[in-house]
């Protein structure tokens, strides 16, 4: 079974231009498998996990010899494992010590390419990336933001996103961004052995985590790893945070996060217009060199396998996290993707990629968050239901969300009864009087229906009955007091009975 790392580089050496035949040769699959992998979107669902094997660790020593010193085979070493008197006593299949020679010879390959000499890409070739975290003041509180950083290695153009955390999503959300900014994708991306990115850093050769090795198969780019330790092997990415923090972020406050973002995107317009000190050219000019070499970016966006995939109740309303989000009315009954974004807004997509809603994300559980927007040309008779019932308050009354809060609050099983009453009256008062008869209602913290009618009829508030939430009621106990009482009577009845001291 073709397995999703195969998946990958089967469809990054097609972007690169290489046939069928040679990639199959490559790799040792069937021609068949690499026409399959190149055509389908869709990525392998299954793949058998990496497990040490203490029988071969136990030689390695003598595998590696054979391996590199003597160029033997892995037929040849096999042969030499199982045979008769041979003292080493293999016991497993031929396939299992073919996975565990090609794991020694990538582990060779690591290691070969520690060495440290500078050298240029060629356009389009490869592409950095990498992140940092930064504690800023917005709107007068210290916040921990994460700024990511997409660089080509040939032009030196770059493209910065800032989030809230670095979740798996945030880390793909800002792959994705840059790439379409740049409007293409380059054959290889070299990132460092983050959790978001690899299943264990500490492994070599590298276990890809399987999400992300679906978006780099998605954009036919291949995942190359940062040696452990090496920092310098992502110079082009990781300098160029130092120059942003003294030039960009320090002694600086923003009233917003959507004002550091704006300041920063006008950050990098100046700095992709500067000379590079090593290209002695500006990363733009080099881009418009550049930009011919990249792969182009696929029809739709990327859903990763991990997303949440969730059905839209009759009321609109998908759940996630503990919420409910409103989608467009057209979506009831529908399937949709949920993705957080930035660490603060999540993001329904519908089963093709396309994003038809955005919303902040509650700032705690239990919310339900609406846009009346997504049910504008819904065509009911009578709503029956709370959130259909402040639907359409909100239509009428955009800025009256804190009523039906109230009436929430305070009308905690059956709130249905006071929104209804209060739609049909909107029908009959002009707009204006029905938010002066609201107000009231929130400054004598009386929500009835028969104190808004009141209101609205030009009657008085004291002259009104007000309705409150009633006070919790104290348990009555008994004063102390002395107790006497004559208990002759039980003692004659239980010696009727025949009981005898």
């Keep these: 079974m073709l397995t999703l790392d195969q998946w990958t580089t089967i469809r990054t050496l097609a972007a690169q231009g290489k046939g069928v035949r040679a990639i199959a040769r490559e790799l040792g699959v069937d021609r068949k498998t690499v026409r399959r992998a190149i055509k389908n979107v869709e990525r392998p669902r299954y793949e058998r996990a990496r497990r040490p094997n203490p029988e071969l660790e136990k030689l390695r020593p003598v595998l590696e010899q054979w391996l590199f010193k003597h160029h033997l085979r892995g037929s040849v070493v096999y042969e030499r494992l199982t045979a008769p008197g041979c003292g080493y006593q293999y ?24 060495a440290t000499e500078r050298f240029e890409t060629p356009p389009g070739q490869q592409a950095q990336f990498d992140w940092s975290p930064y504690t800023v003041r917005l709107g007068g509180q210290l916040t921990q933001i994460y700024i990511f950083d997409l660089v080509l290695c040939f032009s030196r153009r770059r493209h910065f996103t800032v989030s809230l955390d670095h979740s798996q999503a945030s ?78 972020l320090k002694g600086r406050d923003w009233a917003s996060l959507d004002a550091l973002i704006a300041d920063l995107s006008a950050f990098e317009a100046r700095w992709e217009n500067q000379v590079h000190r090593t290209t002695g050219q500006t990363p733009l000019a080099l881009f418009e060199i550049e930009k011919d070499h990249l792969q182009a970016l696929p029809s739709v966006s990327f859903i990763s396998s991990g997303e949440c995939f969730h059905k839209v109740n009759h009321d609109c309303l998908v759940p996630y996290d503990g919420s409910r989000y409103s989608t467009p009315w057209p979506y009831a009954g529908h399937r949709v993707w949920l993705r957080p974004s930035q660490g603060r807004h999540l ?21 339900t968050i609406i846009d009346p ?5 819904l065509r009911r008779r009578a709503a029956r239901t709370r959130v259909m019932l402040e639907v359409q308050l909100l239509q009428q009354f955009p800025d009256c969300g804190w009523f ?12 249905e009864g006071v929104l209804r009453g209060v739609v049909e009256l909107s029908r009959v008062y ?14 004598h913290h009386s929500y009835s229906l028969g104190f808004l009618r009141g209101i609205l009829a030009g009657q008085p508030p004291e002259e009104l009955p007000l309705h409150r939430e009633p006070a919790p009621q104290q348990l009555a106990l008994w004063p102390d007091a002395a107790v006497t009482a004559d208990l002759d009577p039980y003692g004659r009845l239980l010696k009727g009975l025949g009981h005898h001291e």
Excluded at 101 to 107: D, H, S
Excluded at 227 to 234: A, D, L, N, V
Excluded at 349 to 366: C, W
Excluded at 373 to 377: A, F, K, P, Q, S
């Design 373 to 377: 927007e997504h049910y504008r040309g």
């Design 347 to 367: 993001i329904i997509r519908n089963q093709t990629g396309e994003v038809v809603a955005r919303h902040k994300l509650a700032p705690h559980k239990g919310m």
């Design 91 to 114: 016991t497993g299949s031929p396939a299992t010590l073919y996975r565990f020679l090609q794991g020694l010879e990538q582990e060779r390959s690591a290691q070969a390419s520690n």
């Design 430 to 443: 002009p707009p204006e009087a029905m938010r002066a008869a609201m107000l009231a209602a929130r400054q």
């Design 171 to 248: 880390v793909f959300e800002a792959i994705e961004t840059s790439l379409r900014h740049h409007g293409g994708v380059t054959l290889t991306l070299l990132v460092d052995r983050a959790r978001e990115m690899v299943a264990d850093p500490s492994v070599t050769p590298v276990v890809w985590n399987r999400h992300f090795l679906e978006l780099c198969g998605h954009y036919r780019m291949q995942p190359v790893a940062c040696p452990p330790r090496r920092g310098q092997t992502k110079g082009k990415v990781e300098e160029p945070f130092f120059y942003m923090e003294q030039h960009f």
């Design 404 to 415: 039906c809060e109230a009436v929430g609050a305070i009308y905690r099983d059956h709130p």
